[in-house]
């Protein structure tokens, strides 16, 4: 590709904590999905069902769609996606969170600076 071919694409980050109020009905939710699936293959149902009864963070996956975020933007067109989700321990004062100046990632504690994050009494 040249130059001005790969200049028309973005690469877009997003990370979210989200807090699971009601894992009853995210699980529901998740079921439902799972079920209604027409593209899922049976062999692979089962699988899921039992991925979502048993982790809220793979109950969200299966909600969570990256195309629900630019889907009305005009002007693009969604490239490739990949996204996951997973159960973290998040500490609301700890402050907020920092970008790595060096490659724009936050560290695994969400500070991007290589330090623990601050403890609050």
């Given amino acids: 590709m040249t130059p001005s071919e790969t200049s028309r694409y973005v690469r877009l980050h997003v990370e ?9 009905e995210l699980t529901g939710a998740a079921l439902d999905r799972v ?3 027409e593209l899922m293959p049976e ?5 899921a069902s039992s991925s979502v009864r048993d982790d809220a963070a793979e109950a969200l996956a299966y909600l969570v769609d990256p195309f629900d975020l630019i889907g009305d ?3 693009v067109e969604l490239a490739q996606a ?12 700890a402050g907020d969170w920092d970008i790595d100046e060096e490659d724009g990632e936050t560290d ?7 330090t623990e994050p601050a403890r609050h009494p």
């Fill in 43 to 47: 062999e692979e149902r089962a699988h």
């Fill in 16 to 24: 979210l904590v989200l807090e699971v109020a009601e894992p009853e």
């Fill in 35 to 37: 079920e209604t699936d």
């Fill in 73 to 75: 933007v005009p002007g």
């Fill in 108 to 114: 695994e504690d969400g500070r991007g600076d290589g």
């Fill in 82 to 93: 990949s996204w996951s989700c997973e159960q973290v321990d998040y500490d609301p004062d």
